[in-house]
């Protein structure tokens, strides 16, 4: 019998719109002090940004997303659900691969740049 193959999502900028619950959160919270706009966010770590503005406002803005329901209420990104659930609707395509996991064993090699090995 096949095992169930579970695919994981990222939620932040994949499923829910991270960068501009962010910055609502900020201006909310911290409406007097300065922010970088959603277009000139750069990066991974919005901490270090906010840090080249101000040393202080690192703590500030790590403060939204440390803060309990901040994630609760992020927006979806459009259509990203949908595409969720059309995967999981997709069937196996094969129904019988005694030998398929075996042969690609070779798959971890050309994809070692994306991090599977």
Known sequence: MA???R?????????????????????????E???????Q???FL????????????A????SVYEAPGFFLDLEPIPGALDA???MNDLPDPLLKYDHCVGEKVWLPRPYSAFGAA
């Not at 002090?33 to 277009?39: A, W, Y």
């Not at 919005?46 to 406002?57: G, I, K, S, T």
């Not at 703590?59 to 790590?62: G, N, Q, S």
């Open 33 to 39: 002090e300065p922010h970088v706009p959603l277009e």
């Open 3 to 5: 095992r169930s193959v």
């Open 84 to 86: 969720v659930r059309e």
């Open 59 to 62: 703590d500030k803005v790590a």
């Open 7 to 31: 695919v994981l999502v990222d939620m932040d900028g994949v499923l829910t719109d991270f960068e501009a619950g962010l910055l609502r959160g900020f201006r909310r919270r911290f409406p």
């Open 46 to 57: 919005a901490r270090e940004q906010y840090r080249a503005l101000r040393p202080d406002l």
């Open 41 to 43: 966010r750069r990066g």
